[in-house]
């Protein structure tokens, strides 16, 4: 029998309590357990911390690993940055030889490929945020866009950069299920069983997780 260890992180006390912040890694470990993992299995224990993401502080994480280390359990956790945000952090875990790592999101990714994707994250999170802010920039202290048509434009481009960054987002979920053989049906059928919405916050369509797979080559 296979046996797993579930991890998972928020960033705030509040998220904790509210269930929030859990909500969304618990789905994706339900749809990899329910999908992709090898039967039978069984989860044998859960650890959560609550710590920033820029506070590589992980209490839980530690006692997770080594109890996995201990067991031979495969960790499980939603997405690769619920660990942490920082390559070099993330290179250190994959070194522990004894440890087993699955990221629900990626569930065909070894450590070597989680490593190469944790670099390119840091990269494309880099980049999305500095966009972002020169986007926006030019708005700042403006109060409202008018009809000039130079903001208006700007407003645009700010629009185009938060759509980017939440396809991005997404595709963490897309991916594996169009590795998978998913149809563009299967694929906005799951998003909208598990409560992911659209960047304006509506329903999925084949013709929107199109757009999605487009906007990430």
Known sequence: M??????????TRSQADSGLGLSAQQRDID????????????VIAEFTDVQSGKDDNRPELQKAMALAEETGATLLIAKLDRISRRVSFISAIMERKRLNLTVATMPNADKFQLHIYAALAEQEREFISLRTKQALAPLKGTGKLGGNRGNIDKANEAARALADAHATKVMDTVRPLKEAGRTLQQIANTLNKTGVTTARGGRWYPTTVKNVLARNG
Do not use: D, M, N, Q
């Open 2 to 11: 296979k046996h797993f260890i579930k991890y998972y992180r928020v960033s």
């Open 31 to 42: 749809l990899y357990l329910s999908t992709y993992a090898e039967t039978p299995w069984t």
